[in-house]
């Protein structure tokens, strides 16, 4: 009988976890932390530097932004200053039996850039260098939407990515990668040209279509975590356009949003490439109206063309319901995105959950779900509960890509609806679980309209079919994929790509 291993272990953890639907939102769990050699010998062979516990810096380089997951706390963080660094612990990791994970800026809205094993922050590897000449750019695999903000603004070229300043470049582009250019400009991930990434072999793979073109494949819309550590991007850069013509509309109460949202949904069906916007209602503090009158909504975007042609889309908006402000405005394209753009807020939490909608969604379903909004459970500027239709997601440039032609499958959608609950640190426990049964019953409402999918880059925990949701036809393709690079496992959380053994284990009838 063969001696049992602590890699072993963990693996076998790791199994019966997929196996049994347990170890929803953690980590597998581990033995026992890496013996203080094994922290010794990481030490050595590292250039950047290694963070136990307890030690300066240590929760700012492994915490989630989503305070909701902030429990987990890893055995040890390894701050990588090269990719050569991230080789070196993806060896470690496997000599030791200690699951890796990357993390860029924590954002992951399910908290699985952290686990209770190995952090490597990448957070040093942030370097973009732009050829002008041929309109491409090398970009760190943590560099920031802020970080290119600065380093593309007012330049001739920028890449279509996200207006949270603070979100990474790695997370995002494996996931999709939607932002208010999306529209007009199409995906980060449809402009990706190759990429570095590290596998659980240890090998460091360059990847693009010709060389390991399934990972590639992979690498566009089959989200992080699951294939390798991925230190550089390579993408193609789109022309940045002039000028653009930019509105937003306020209302106010529960009737308008429901017009407003009614009318963005119907907006969205035929509306051209050139419009990129959003909208949303939230729910605020009750006054002398009731909660009726205390929900607030606002739609917002940019056209890039006349103003006179916005106004003219923009039109059932203003039919659908009296706003209470109006703004019209020509601009640069550069001040268009510093408007856009959206610094960190406080640490707080947060649980989205998304739904691509393809048809309209029929006015009495978005009635109910704007009466749901009128009973959200917390109010205050800081928990509340809010109905965001982004109007990015979908549209001819988007759609003009094959669902199967890369792992990001929602080709076929018109805009991407997502009710967002978020709280702060001191809202009670049970607030918050009200809260997100909030979510859960405005997506009930919402889903017999819309397909069976939701965004990757919004992972839910509350969503058991995410195989189905964030990746339908394609999700057999990744378990390939996932076999041939990582058979052991050893990039998982818990909606992570499996490999081939362990989702016929997933799949094998009860004893």
Known sequence: MGTTTRRDLLRSAAALGVGLGIGIGTAPPTAAGPETGAIEDLRRRLDGTVLLPGDPGFTAASAPANVRYRDAEPSVVAQCASENDVVTCIQWSQENGVPPVGRGGGHSYAGFSTNNGLVLDLSQLNSIDIDYSEGTAVVGGSASNGDLLDTMQDGPFFLPAGSCLGVCIGGFTLGGGIGYNTHWAGLTCDHLLSSRVVTASGELLEIDDSNHSDLFWAARGGAGGSFGIHTSFTFDLQQAPEEIAYYRLDWRGAEAATAVLSAFDLLMQTAPPAFNASTMAQATEVGDGGPSEAIDTFSRGQYIGPM???????????????????????????????????????PHSFGDYSRYVADPIPESAMSKMVELLT?????????????????????????????????????????LYRPTPEWSIDTPDSV?????????????????????????????????????????????????????????????????????????RADAPSA
């Open 375 to 415: 009973q959200c459970p917390s109010r205050t500027e800081t928990s509340n509960g809010q109905l965001w239709s982004l109007g990015w997601t979908g549209g001819d440039v988007v759609n003009s890509i094959g669902r199967t032609e890369t792992a990001y499958v929602h080709r076929d959608s018109k805009y």
């Open 432 to 504: 918050a679980e009200e809260l997100v049964a909030w979510t859960n019953e405005v997506i009930a409402v919402v889903t017999p309209h819309t397909p069976n999918e939701s965004y990757q880059n919004f992972p839910n925990l509350q969503i058991k079919d995410w195989q189905q949701q964030y990746y339908a036809e394609n999700f057999e393709r990744l378990v390939d994929i996932k076999t041939k690079y990582d058979d052991g496992n050893l990039f998982q959380n818990a909606q992570s790509i499996p490999p081939r053994r362990l989702v016929k």
């Open 308 to 346: 006179d042609e916005l106004r003219e889309l923009v039109g059932p908006l203003l039919e659908a319901a009296t706003p209470v402000k109006s703004t019209f405005e020509v601009m640069t394209f550069w001040d268009m995105q510093q408007l856009l753009a959206r610094s960190e807020t406080k």
